[in-house]
């Protein structure tokens, strides 16, 4: 099974922009820096372009008896929450809260908190308390055709499934699958495609067998690193799979929907 994203690469017009705004603001660890790259503790790896960029959505889950302690963190960073229209910039719903706020690469980024899930398995990272990376938006033509294809290869689960946004789960993983006539809340902006690198980790080697046996019956070509790792392009994605040390039983013991299932 799909277990997490184990990284995301991004293109940006400033790696010190970069670094003032997730290090020197949200304190975020930064595990690798160059003139042209920086990684940094998020699972999130960022090479500097002088291309115009697309924005990407990507939501970090915190714990939810954390949610307020992040909200003041961000305010004595004075990074600006994003309103919705009636004004209000922290959303409480049913399941969980959340607030928006973007970067210095205009990309929409969400901190959201669900009470169901269990405190106290993966750590809180710094002072934002992160957990984990939790969605990332995957504009495309074709939300039906995409999550389909989802399910078919990597065995991903489905929620809120409507002809223009779907949500397709593995493990801690949340891809955001929106159709591109469709606009990002709460700012209403254009999704597009971003130019960014996915890499999911897997659970076994049972399971890296299956996908490559899935794309090959798919005729969608790939590359196999001699440890495993799977490099593979769907659509408008570059995607790879790895073998993971991240626990195989970490989202069932952190309640997460699907996991079970």
């Known amino acids: 099974m799909i277990t997490h994203f ?6 940006t017009v400033s790696i010190q922009g970069v670094k003032r705004f997730y290090h020197d603001q949200l304190h975020i660890p930064v595990a690798y820096e160059s003139d042209r790259e920086i990684t940094l503790q998020l699972s999130e790896h960022t090479h500097e372009t002088g291309q115009p960029l697309s924005p990407v959505h ?3 889950e915190v714990p939810y008896s954390e949610f307020d302690h992040v909200v003041d963190v961000f305010d004595r960073a004075s990074i600006a929450l994003l309103k919705w229209p009636d004004g209000r910039k922290i959303d409480n719903y049913a399941t969980g809260r959340n607030f928006y706020f973007r970067d210095g690469d ?10 169901y899930v269990k405190e106290g398995i993966l750590p809180a990272a710094g002072e934002t308390k992160v957990l984990y990376l939790r ?3 995957f504009p495309v033509d074709s939300v039906i055709d995409f999550r389909n294809l989802m399910v078919e290869v990597f065995d991903f689960k489905l929620d809120k499934v409507a002809d223009d946004f779907s949500f397709a789960i593995g493990g801690t993983a949340h891809m955001v699958i929106v159709s591109k006539q469709r606009k990002w809340i709460p700012i209403a902006m254009r999704a597009l495609v971003p130019p960014m690198k996915i ?11 299956k996908i490559r046996s899935r794309l090959a019956e798919k005729d969608i070509p790939y590359e196999s690193e001699t440890d495993g790792t799977l490099h593979f392009k769907l659509y408008e994605y570059e995607m790879s799979i790895r073998l993971s040390d991240f626990p195989a039983e970490a989202p ?8 079970n299932k």
């Open 6 to 11: 184990e990284h995301l690469q991004l293109h």
């Open 58 to 60: 990507l939501a970090f």
């Open 106 to 115: 205009g990309n929409l980024l969400e901190i959201i908190a669900h009470p």
């Open 135 to 137: 969605e990332i938006g």
């Open 199 to 209: 890499s999911f980790g897997a659970s076994s080697s049972e399971y890296m067998n």
């Open 252 to 259: 069932a013991l952190l309640n997460l929907p699907f996991s």
